[in-house]
């Protein structure tokens, strides 16, 4: 059974930085493409960020670039989301999720396993 557990998120004052995990576990990861999401009260869900677990090849969306950095830990079978710099729109329930080629990375409907979401929420 996959199971994509996200942890880290909380409350945090604009400015500052929350790290985020996303542990997968119940198959082989190493095909796949890992994506970060969030969505805001009464918003779609939206793209945020995204690696490809072999290659380590990363993709973000324009409104966290520079801010935002993801990464994997292939020992741990654990994805990060590192936000820094954080902004009260990044206000949301973030979701760590996991797609197989092919796919288009930035398309939630693409994606074939989700966690359950975490919290994020930054204060002005």
């Known amino acids: 059974q996959v199971q994509l557990v996200e942890s880290g998120g909380g409350l945090v004052q604009a400015g500052g930085s929350l790290r985020l995990s996303c542990a997968a576990s119940?198959?082989?990861?190493?095909?796949?493409?890992m994506g970060w999401f969030r969505q805001a009260p009464g918003k779609e869900r939206e793209f945020v960020s995204a690696i490809w677990w072999s290659s380590g090849s990363t993709y973000y969306a324009d409104s966290v670039k520079g801010r935002f950095t993801v990464s994997r830990d292939n020992a741990k079978n654990t994805v990060y989301l590192e936000m820094n710099s954080l902004k009260p729109e990044d206000t949301a329930v973030y979701y760590c999720?996991?797609?197989?080629?092919?796919?288009?990375?930035?398309?939630?409907?693409?994606?074939?396993?989700w966690g359950q979401g975490t919290q994020v929420t930054v204060s002005s």
């Open positions: 119940g198959r082989t990861f190493t095909d796949c493409v």
């Open positions: 999720a996991a797609d197989r080629p092919p796919t288009r990375y930035s398309d939630p409907t693409k994606y074939d396993y």
